[in-house]
């Protein structure tokens, strides 16, 4: 249907309109650079979520496809009265929506529409407009529209035993809040259509130019090539600065070298742009011999991969809580030892958590210090284990009060160099500070990646030499990760 605009594409359009046009019309740009493992988890989430959710209306019928076949369809569900039907589809004046549930009351004469969201809090710039639009859809087919609720997931609910669909889901009634923007997204629906329809290429640049990098959209580069790869929005929490962005986007200021004194830089953007425009490491070898008196010996760096499962796999979880199914730890036992290896990987049914922390306690001693990079991270997963399993508390208080965060070096701008680009992330420090080691020989190369190819694992919808083949690239990826953060650690030592 290519002449209408569909909820997916005006929620674009709302995010950036340029992007949702090059998407309609370019879409050998749009989609040039593959999706991401995390982008391709929140679409499989969604999914997942979207069918368990339905279970909160046993009598539902779907109605399947979005051509014409299911219109027609949807009319006949429509006209015969049907209760529950899932992702209906109606289309109107150039404008076409898949409802997640829509539900009659034969009593009131009215429908419900249910709105399913794979997240624990509703977001009311994304998700209000999402459900808005479609009841503007339904309102011109001429379904009475009464009930307008969003469904998402109870971050209170802790699974125990079967998993409780009711108390898995919160209901909330958005009836209010939506009707109050009824009349300002019917005019942006109007206006995305003009634009959106347009075959003419909009000019100028997109609305992303104001945004911090994370934050562009798929096709910046296309509609911004006067923004070099690397800019002031690569500049340190600059999107938490939109003020300073703006007024540096407003004057063509790009480049990190013109910035001047054109806006007030924090600590960490002014040394991110002196170390680039000096072309040289901006170094603290005091503070650094400071941090690493701090360490005894032996040195543990450990790593955690995990699973942010939305639904629930196993008693004592929440919605989003992450199931950690492997470690990797390199020892270090003293200054002139040679390094060991140990690591786990859970491939078994059930919670992995209890075979996890009995491995980790062999291998990790009452005394020594704990590294790792981020410590939120690892330190919030050892609280998480210890809730659950009260008899490992003792030995994981006593981990999480020997942790040393290495990412703190650089994130406190004692090693400054201008190829991390203001980040503090290892995958951005490792290149620079070890060049002969990367990442790039492993086929899992990132959290993410991780965390999917275990949950083949799990499902058993592997072969046997496909499992035995990403079991094996598992322990690979996290054990560079700690072996990462041993050379590191090195190098740094090495500074004298």
Same mark, same amino acid.
């Given at each position: ?19 949702a ?13 593959e ?10 989430t969604?999914n997942?979520v ?33 209760e529950?039907? $899932?992702q209906?589809i ?14 009659y ?11 399913v ?7 009311k ?5 999402d459900?808005a $639009? ?19 997931l109870?971050k ?9 669909i ?45 945004k ?7 096709? $910046? ?5 006067h ?9 340190n929490r ?6 300073k962005?703006?007024?540096l ?28 425009m000096e ?6 070898k005091?503070?650094?011999a400071e941090? $690493?008196a ?13 699973f ?5 796999l196993?008693d ?26 140990v ?6 049914s ?10 980790l306690a062999?291998h990790?001693?009452?005394v020594?210090s ?10 919030t ?10 008899d490992?508390?003792?030995f ?12 703190e ?7 400054v160099h ?12 490792l ?6 080691l990367?990442?790039?020989?492993l086929?899992i ?11 083949k694992?799990?499902d058993?919808?592997c ?7 990403i079991?094996?690239d ?17 190098e ?5």
């Amino acid at each position: 249907m290519p002449n209408t605009i569909s909820k997916t594409d005006y929620l674009l359009y709302r995010e950036c309109a340029k992007n949702a046009w090059m998407k309609r019309h370019r879409a050998e740009v749009y989609y040039a650079g593959e999706l991401s493992e995390f982008e391709k988890h929140i679409i499989e989430t969604g999914n997942e979520v979207e069918l368990v959710a339905r279970e909160l209306f046993p009598t539902g019928v779907l109605v399947e496809g979005r051509d014409e076949a299911a219109q027609k369809e949807t009319a006949a569900w429509v006209a015969a009265k049907q209760e529950t039907i $899932f992702q209906p589809i109606f289309v109107k004046d150039g404008f076409l929506a898949a409802v997640d549930i829509l539900k009659y009351d034969a009593a009131a004469g009215r429908y419900s529409l249910y709105e399913v969201k794979a997240s624990n809090e509703i977001d009311k710039k994304v998700h209000l407009y999402d459900l808005a $639009f479609q009841v503007v859809l339904l309102r011109k087919c001429g379904l009475p529209v009464g009930g307008m609720y969003l469904v998402h997931l109870n971050k209170e609910y802790v699974r125990a035993g079967e998993l409780d669909i009711v108390q898995l889901f919160a209901v909330d009634d958005v009836g209010e809040e939506i009707e109050n923007m009824l009349a300002e997204v019917e005019r942006d629906m109007l206006a995305a259509r003009e634009y959106l329809l347009n075959d003419e290429e909009p000019k100028g640049s997109c609305g992303c130019v104001y945004k911090g990098r994370s934050n562009h959209c798929a096709t $910046f580069a296309h509609h911004n090539p006067h923004v070099p790869a690397y800019s002031v929005h690569d500049l340190n929490r600059i999107g938490s600065s939109k003020k300073k962005l703006m007024e540096l986007v407003d004057v063509g200021v790009f480049h990190l070298h013109e910035i001047g004194d054109r806006v007030e830089l924090n600590e960490a953007q002014q040394k991110q742009v002196q170390a680039h425009m000096e072309d040289r490491v901006l170094l603290r070898k005091d503070k650094i011999a400071e941090e $690493f008196a701090t360490l005894q010996y032996p040195l543990y760096f450990l790593d955690y991969e995990t699973f942010p499962s939305a639904v629930p796999l196993f008693d004592g979880y929440s919605p989003y809580d992450q199931v950690p199914f492997q470690y990797s730890l390199h020892i270090l036992e003293a200054p002139d030892a040679a390094l060991k290896s140990v690591g786990f990987l859970y491939t078994e049914s059930g919670d992995p958590a209890p075979a996890l922390a009995r491995s980790l306690a062999s291998h990790i001693g009452p005394v020594g210090s704990v590294i790792v990079w981020y410590k939120p991270f690892e330190k919030t997963r050892n609280s998480e284990m210890a809730a659950r399993m009260p008899d490992t508390r003792e030995f994981f208080e006593s981990v999480n009060a020997r942790i040393f965060d290495l990412m703190e070096i650089f994130s406190k701008q004692h090693y400054v160099h201008k190829d991390f680009k203001g980040s503090a992330s290892i995958k951005k420090v490792l290149p620079v500070m070890v060049p002969d080691l990367s990442y790039k020989d492993l086929d899992i190369r990132e959290g993410g990646a991780a965390a999917q190819s275990w949950k083949k694992i799990i499902d058993r919808k592997c072969t046997v030499a496909e499992t035995e083949k990403i079991a094996e690239d598992l322990k690979k990826y996290c054990e560079r990760d700690t072996y990462a953060m041993y050379a590191i650690w090195r190098e740094l030592g090495r500074l004298g």
